[in-house]
Nanobody, 120 residues
Framework: QVQLVESGGGLVQPGGSLRLSCAAS????????MGWYRQAPGKQRELVAA???????NYADSVKGRFTISRDNAKNTVYLQMNKLKPEDTAVYYC??????????????WGQGTQVTVSS
């Protein structure tokens, strides 16, 4: 079992910044990739940003230049620094991690989600 716990969401004004964190715990041997997804009301869940264990990153076009994903492999933690936030960034943000457990079983885990609201 691998658990993901997110933190850092909240209410922010347009143009403001927030930093999300997601820590993975449990029977972890290796985490190949970690990422952030978001789901706005009435919309499908979409990829925001992802990062591999070697640091390769991928961003949705809508957040390029504003969001930065990073990770601390020693702490099994991924971060999402969100700058210049827009009302359309409002959504529930979910953390995801793919890897292998200590018994070498492949896992794909999700966090519980954290609400980000951008509004004046």
């Amino acid at each position: 079992q691998v658990q993901l716990v997110e933190s850092g969401g909240g209410l922010v004004q347009p143009g403001g910044s927030l930093r999300l964190s997601c820590a993975a715990s449990g029977s972890i041997f290796s985490i190949y990739a970690m990422g952030w997804y978001r789901q706005a009301p009435g919309k499908q869940r979409e990829l925001v940003a992802a990062i591999t264990s070697r640091g390769s990153t991928n961003y949705a076009d809508s957040v390029k230049g504003r969001f930065t994903i990073s990770r601390d492999n020693a702490k099994n933690t991924v971060y999402l620094q969100m700058n210049k936030l827009k009302p359309e960034d409002t959504a529930v943000y979910y953390c995801n991690a793919d890897g292998a457990t200590m018994t070498r079983e492949i896992f794909g885990s999700w966090g519980q989600g954290t609400q980000v609201t951008v509004s004046s």
